[in-house]
């Protein structure tokens, strides 16, 4: 089992940076596919970015990318979300994935979240 503890979310304006970050108890994190969906008011929770186990691919919602970048230090049990160029649709709630398949099984955790508010 894996815990995974967001940080990082805050109040920005229009065009600013944040970076969010995901840490994860646990050694066996670079076992793990990870990943960031965020959720919106009123919305249901959308995938923003995926990263591999050992991060040599990443996936993006068409969305932000361009803009977003993830990325993981397997040796800290971190994933990172930088977020560029911010726009006010980018405000949601940012939730950390990490998956893990065996076979026919798949294991999902999650992270309790960290709010991210883009100000116009």
């Known amino acids: 089992q894996v815990q995974l503890v967001e940080s990082g979310g805050g109040l920005v304006q229009a065009g600013d940076s944040l970076r969010v970050s995901c840490a994860a108890s646990?050694?066996?994190?670079?076992?793990?596919?990870m990943g960031w969906f965020r959720q919106a008011p009123g919305k249901e929770r959308e995938f923003v970015a995926g990263i591999t186990k050992s991060g040599a691919w990443t996936y993006y919602a068409d969305s932000v990318k361009g803009r977003f970048t993830i990325s993981r230090d397997n040796a800290k049990s971190t994933v990172y979300l930088q977020m560029n160029t911010l726009k006010p649709e980018d405000t949601a709630v940012y939730y950390c994935l990490a998956g893990l398949s065996s076979g026919a099984t798949a294991t999902t955790y999650w992270g309790q979240g960290t709010q991210v508010t883009v100000s116009s």
């Open positions: 646990g050694r066996t994190f670079s076992s793990y596919f």
